[in-house]
């Protein structure tokens, strides 16, 4: 696998991704790191860890569109075949997600469908005004609908009754973390598939975690 990771912020999921591939959790190349930002935590991440960074910001060009087509140009130009988003702030254009079909995960700080739809901490702190006792991250596929592609992985954590948005992120944060390069490793070992809007997962490491009959 080829990867590109997508990112806006700080960057702790693509750090999280990247050691797993230094540490061999992953086998994966990672072949360029995109931002839509200048100065952003993540292109340390990638600098840091001698992977290409490309930062490529709305003001340089005249439309979204096409800054769009430019970060299609550049995944298409590293060779990259699978992208990561983690914390990318962007909708991506109908044109990315097909020419990556199934290719594209993002991760995303809340039991998918709930609290779909915000950016970090939107999703935490509707959880909390929500006042539900679960929350969690949600490792998913990229569709044209936002927050609603097929869900490949999630993890779970409590609410707790003092939490603050700070705190509960910081929880579901550690379980990203984990999650992100456990759920990408399916990919790279081609025990996922997509099939009728559903992941399926042929591993035994994920039976023990989720068992879920054939389709
Ligand atoms: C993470 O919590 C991620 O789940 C969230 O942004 C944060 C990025 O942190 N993503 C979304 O909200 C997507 N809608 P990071 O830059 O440290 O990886």
Do not use: K
């Not at 990556?100 to 998918?112: A, D, E, Q, V």
């Amino acid at each position: 696998m080829n990867l590109a990771i997508m990112a806006s912020g700080r960057g702790s999921n693509a750090a999280a991704i990247l050691d797993a591939i230094a540490s061999h959790e992953l086998d994966a190349r990672p072949v360029a790191l995109i931002t839509n930002r200048e100065n952003v935590g993540a292109l340390d991440v990638a600098s840091s860890r001698n992977v290409p960074g490309h930062a490529i910001p709305r003001r340089a060009f005249p439309s979204r569109t096409a800054q769009q087509r430019r970060m299609l140009e550049v995944l298409q130009g590293s060779g990259a075949d699978f992208v990561a988003l983690a914390g990318f702030d962007a909708i991506l254009r109908p044109f990315i997600v097909a020419a990556y079909p199934n290719r594209i995960l993002n991760i995303h700080p809340s039991l998918l469908p709930a609290f779909a739809g915000g950016m970090a901490p939107v999703p935490q702190t509707e959880a909390l005004r929500a006042g539900v006792r679960i929350s969690g991250c949600t490792v998913h596929v990229v569709t044209e609908e936002l927050d609603a592609g097929p869900i490949v992985a999630q993890a779970a954590v409590p609410v707790l009754p003092n939490d603050t948005v700070d705190s509960l992120s910081d929880r579901i944060l550690e379980q990203e973390h984990r999650l992100y390069p456990l759920a990408l490793r399916w990919f790279v070992d081609g025990s996922a598939r997509v099939e009728n809007g559903h992941v399926y997962i042929d591993s035994e490491e994920c039976q023990s975690l989720w068992p879920h009959p054939a389709p």
